[in-house]
Structures are given as structure tokens and as C-alpha cells.
């Protein structure tokens, strides 16, 4: 399983764009990258997932280049909402095993 | 979406007592869930992989014997606290991906369960 490093915490404002960046240099050639978002007292929600260059959906996107040792989570015009505890994951997606977590970024919009 | 559910959502009970959780898929089948401990400011922990129809896998410093899985169908596992003490207070999460989509990593989690040991 790759290591990922992320910030541990960050601060923003509404409104503003929110990057989150993960590294992982020991991403492996079969590992994606996947990111959720926890809630407090909540289990975690799966944001996004991605191999290599931009992923988007109606949440978030993804940016992965092309050496694929970091990525980069980006919320749009975040609201009081978004804050929570984003998760940077990286593993093979087709193998049957466990998933690790690390510690996160605990991420604290202001208004 | 995927929904998994898990009952109760918080319990309180006394020390030496058992505390049954139960991880449901309510609209997917999963051969694989997993149970994660989460104590407070801190991260998810593995605690156990529960496979269908066969034993769980433990991670390392989990006590089987203490912390009981059954995955009974494809729809249902359990987690059993036995013996609950003080510092098995946590929150419990569990997830499971659906068979057949091939993404191991896109885990649907449940809400969790709060227990408390007095």
C-alpha cells in the first residue's frame, strides 16, 4: 500500500476554491487515487477517484500529474458545509484488500 | 446510491456487558465488509476484514476473541463487543463495496455506531 502524506489541517472561506494536495510517491503502477470526506460522527463518504490526469464530477475535482506522485483534491466554492475530514487514499482498486486510511485533512471553512 | 446501514446508532452499556452492532447493505450484496474503530480527532482504524461465510481477518492488536464478526449472509455482518470495558469506547463504522463492480476502493460506509461503556 502506497504512503500518502497530506496537510493535517487547513482553514478557508466561503466561497473561496479549496485545494488539497496528497503525495504518494510510491504509487504503484496498478494504484488509483480516491478521496472521501467525513463528517463528524458520520462514516465517510467517497468523493472522487482517479489515475492519472483530471477527474471531475459534481462534487469536486481531481488533478494527478503526470508522474502520478501527488494529487490534488479541488472543491469549488466551498460553503460552511465542506467542512470536514478529507481523506487521500491510494491502492489497486481490482485487488480484494483492505483499505488503510491515514490521519486526513481536517479542513475548517470559515465564514 | 449504495446504502449501508448499521444498528444501533449509539449504545450505552455497562461494563463486563456484550454489545451486538450490525452492518446491513440495504440494496447491494457484499462479500467483503469491513469494521473500523474511530476515536475522537483521530483517523479510521482497521480493525477486522469480515468475509462472508467464512472467519474474519483481524488486524494486528485486535482481539478476535474479544471483538466477535459473523457475516452471516451477503447482507449482514455483525461486530459483538464482548466483555465491553471503558476504553472500548468508539465509534464503530462498517463498510462494504457491491459485488461486481470491480472498484475495491469505492466503499459505501455506514453511519456508525456510538458506544459507550460505563
Known amino acids: 500500500l502506497a504512503k500518502t502524506t497530506q496537510p493535517i489541517s487547513m482553514d478557508s472561506y466561503e466561497g473561496q476554491e479549496v485545494n488539497i494536495t496528497c503525495s504518494h510517491n510510491n504509487i504503484a503502477t496498478n494504484d488509483y487515487i480516491t478521496w472521501y470526506q467525513q463528517f463528524p460522527s458520520q462514516g465517510p463518504r467517497f468523493i472522487i477517484q482517479g489515475y492519472k490526469t483530471k477527474v471531475t464530477n459534481e462534487v469536486a475535482s481531481l488533478f494527478i500529474p503526470a508522474d502520478r506522485k501527488s494529487s490534488t483534491l479541488s472543491l469549488p466554492r466551498v460553503s460552511l458545509s465542506d467542512t470536514a475530514v478529507y481523506y487521500c487514499l491510494v491502492g489497486d482498486v481490482n485487488r480484494d484488500d483492505k483499505i488503510i486510511f491515514g490521519k486526513g485533512t481536517r479542513l475548517h471553512i470559515l465564514p | 446510491g449504495a446504502v449501508v446501514s448499521q444498528h444501533p446508532s449509539w449504545v450505552i452499556c455497562k461494563s463486563g456487558t456484550s454489545v451486538k452492532i450490525e452492518c446491513r447493505s440495504l440494496?447491494?450484496?457484499?462479500?467483503?465488509m469491513f469494521w473500523y474503530r474511530q476515536f475522537p480527532k483521530q483517523s479510521l482504524m482497521l480493525m477486522a476484514t469480515s468475509n462472508e461465510g467464512s472467519k474474519a481477518t483481524y488486524e494486528q492488536g485486535v482481539e478476535k476473541d474479544k471483538f466477535l464478526i459473523n457475516h452471516a449472509s451477503l447482507t449482514l455482518s455483525t461486530l459483538t463487543v464482548t466483555s465491553a470495558h471503558p476504553e472500548d469506547s468508539s465509534f464503530y463504522i462498517c463498510s462494504a463495496s457491491p459485488l461486481g463492480t470491480g472498484d475495491h476502493y469505492e466503499q459505501y460506509f455506514g453511519p456508525g455506531t456510538r458506544l459507550t461503556v460505563t
Open positions: 440494496d447491494f450484496q457484499a462479500t467483503t
